[in-house]
């Protein structure tokens, strides 16, 4: 087996392994991460908003935050588009 990186799935580019026979072995936690994330993309997702004194919180589904590999304390960019909130992990 030798270790390959970038290799596509889904439009995702994930690590794996490959063997000499040609078989592709993903690393199993980037295609649950994926897999999770295309479930996610096809349905409406409701959050609840919370108030912490003055500031407007937005809590997440823990879904969310598994596939975003989003951590508590960690920023995000959050995006006004055509009427709509965007939320995006901070690189």
Known sequence: MQKVNAIPFNQHKLDGWKCPCGEIYFNPEQVQKVLLLN?????????????????????????????????????????????????????
């Open 39 to 91: 479930k996610l993309e096809k349905q409406a997702i409701h959050a609840t908003l919370g108030r912490n004194r003055s500031n407007l919180i937005l809590r997440l589904p823990k879904d969310i935050e598994t596939a975003l590999n989003l951590h508590q304390g960690e920023e995000v960019i959050l995006k006004i588009e055509k009427n709509e909130l965007k939320v995006i992990p901070a690189e």
